[in-house]
């Protein structure tokens, strides 16, 4: 106050819970794939996201960390989700989850369509721009289609041994707008219990190195470490590389996969056509930004446009006008770079194997097929006898002639 002294406050309950959901989006730390790294490691890209230890169980008495998705329930059902993520969609992803956790939707492998759509904004009843900043969310688990998910690591030697966890949701690169994928944690054993052995054998390795500097043990604890370091067991049914697997045995699986994801980069397919196509002209990822930046603000400005058309017409005075406040996305030269490359390395040359293994596959078929019924067809057709044709020169004198040498003397009767 203007006298220097502090008064305090007295906020409604509604009041600190909008603070706490506004630190949720700003305080939240980094997004990031799930990974089982220890505690103590260092180097790795990837920054924790909860104040879990390496078997993924927080410990006893632990409060979340600032920025964790504070969910009434239900908690075992949803993970985290990227700090950018607008709190009206991580608001629909929960009430997603909690239809289903309450019968209220059907489970996941009975649905009929794999994305889930919010309201039509223009049907909302505009006090405030939140029901333009809800976008689609596809959900992605190999439990729709009742086949296994493969391990990270190992692929399908290991897939008896994956379970599947919690949701997460990542965001979407689209043409003009995003749009955002849920996929399941997933967990080996096989490779949780690996990397238990390691550890104990780099324990004892360390236990028996002490104080000394044996050159051997040295080496031989250091690549112990990075073994621990290497073997993971924690992934997603959204990792590029569990996708890679899937293509080895259900190639059509694979292909329909919406988007491509790594790390950095979340590009829908639509958009990663448009990027390919391009990476052939003399079209460079700048030209690229442009377009998309220009396409996005165009969607925006027909959603803000909408936003205040809906107002005026349901009569709401200029004083109590709601302000859009939705922000653009944009699509950065280096996203796109970075797209394109991981795009031909996990997606399209194995796409493209699988057309032409399919198509040799179906031609040989099709060969093997003509040729089977051509030779049954050969083999079943009696083949007719010929009829014997009798010669008529069997008895017929070559030389009609009887006496080829007549005698010159001898003289011929005259024909009266």
Sequence with gaps: MSDGKQQMLNLPRAAHAKYDA?????????SASPNDDDNDSEGTAQQPTAADDDDGVAGDGQQPEAGALRAPEPLAEINRIETATPLPQKEFFEKTLLEMVHGDRPPYPEWDRLE??????????CDDSDGYALRPIRFWSHEMWNIATPCATHGWAHS?????????????KDISDDWYIAGRETVCSKCKEEKESLKKAAETVKAELGNSQDAKLSLQLEILQAEVKACTYNSSTLNAAVNRHVFERYPGIGVAFPAILTHKVAISMEVMMMISRAARTSQTSHDLEAMFNEFRCLKAARDRLGFYQVQRMK??????????EVGISTISDTYITEAINTFHETHLRRAHRHVYTLTLSLTLTLTLTLTLT??????????PTPTPTPNRNRNRNPNPDPDPDPDPRQVHPAVV
């Design 22 to 30: 506004y630190c949720d989006i700003r305080l939240a730390p980094v």
């Design 116 to 125: 889930v759509s919010p309201p039509d904004a223009l049907c909302s009843k």
């Design 160 to 172: 008896d041994h994956i379970t599947l966890g919690k949701w997460h949701m990542r965001r979407v």
């Design 315 to 324: 009569g709401v005075q200029p004083a109590g006008v709601s302000h859009y």
């Design 374 to 383: 051509l030779t049954l067809t050969l083999t079943l057709t009696p083949t």
